[in-house]
């Protein structure tokens, strides 16, 4: 019995330089073991070329490689997470069922000292997240955690705010509109007195930037709610005194947001939500602000009605399925709603690019190193205006109520078979993209480093396995390959341009190194547009998968 190998030469002027082997799959069954080695080469003529060459190896050749002589692949590897911090105990078992349909296994023993095993893959950290020595020192390349870093530039809602407020400054008032008008105290308790002088007839609410659940929110009426002491750090928020009201009762949209690279952004939202409602009918007037189960739709605050607890949220907690059927049946334009829920997800995620870079470059891990599963949270007004509320990095996974038990088992599956491919996954597409690019005349390959490859791989395997979640922004859109990294999202990396390196000059030596690293972004972003422009079935008969196409 005879395997087939297929093996590329890509030839430099210096003598030696990378190359990639694919091997096909053998005639009688499937091959698993994929290699990447990096032998010599040769230059023909002062122009990079490339060589291909099919060989037809014996029995003996493939086992060797590890393909019994019967054709039957070797077993994959087994795969290993840990989790580390401390989470609700509801939360984690429909993350652990999840990850063992994926085929993992949980390493119970210590995280930290399990993490130079080879066969573990995931730190998934809750709460305390891993410190900065632990992934410099402790991290391997091939492992992948799920919490970015500096987290709070999108967790909290001060820092949020600083974010948005500076991309409004760069970008202009009209392009990131959609947050309520807010104040950071203390340092805009000036400005915020101001505006509560020249409107009076205004609503505010206040909220701890760093709390969660509805823990600290309050309805303000006057001046005498604003926290008395003068270095607190505070939220104040003009109050959306005319929200848009089902039978009566306020609701807030939660919308789930994968994003798995800020060098460059790639960033996905989930084709579904939930909605949780208040269990008390809205109501105008001072002397209904005190009233959290009508002002505040966290269903952690709405537990402590009774009713709604033992109901299970009973009617006030719909999936976001259901939600837009009921705003249709109003008459309103449900498509045009999603596009700007959609696009305040992907400036959201524009506006803290330049800082999440910044700090991820401080902790020394691969670009491609961390992902995570963002919880968005929207309110709409009476004329279905949606407003960003905040952004949560740990969304709650809780499945006590019906809709979150269809809704969040599935997605977390999703989500997860996008972020974690196998390594065996990843050497065969790799494999088949490098074909893909000699095929399409790309005449740099010699240039590509190992993190650009696992960046365009990665790429290509979020959109492959994406199924319910559609790119916010992942490529321009405008190749003629997969299609599926299109956004109509416009991208406003320029005018962001001037925040790189601009609060964590810790992360840079100089500003030299500032402008390399915007460069290698760009560059970076290049590679993946390129990759819109490959020919997709190319890349699956390369890999030989027929089934997909």
Known sequence: EFVCWRFFVVVSESGFARHHWSFQRPLSGPISFLADRSPPATMVGGRATALACLVCCCAFFGTWMGVAADGAAEPERRRYYGISGRWAKNQLPPVREALGQLGFTENTTDVLASMNADQFELAWTVGNHLKKEDLKRKLQPHVRTNNYPCVGNLGNKGRLHTHLAQARELCGEEAFDFEPLTFYFPRERAAFMRAFEAHPEKVWISKPPGKTRGKGIAVLAGLEGLP?????????????????????????????????????????????????????PYQKGPEHFSNKLMHVTNYAVQLENDEYREQQGGNSYWSLERLLAHIKELGHDTDKLWAQMKAICAKTMMAVTPPMNDCARQWGHSPDGFFQLWGFDIMLDADMRPYIIEVNHTPSMETSFPEAKKLKPVMLRNYLRMAMPSRQEMQEWRSALHVAAVRAGWSDLHTFTDDDWTMLTRTFLERKHQENFEPLYAGNGNGSGSGSGSSDVPYHQDCLAPLYGKESRLAYRNLAEIERFKVNMVRRQELVDRLDALDVKSIYEQAGVHDEL
């Open 228 to 280: 008395t002491d003068q270095r607190a750090y505070h939220i104040v928020q003009e109050y959306l005194g005319n929200p848009f009201l089902v039978d009566g009762f306020k609701q807030s949209i939660r919308l789930y947001v994968y994003s798995s690279s800020f060098e460059p952004l790639r960033a996905y939202l989930y084709k579904g939500g939930v909605v949780p409602f208040t269990t008390v």
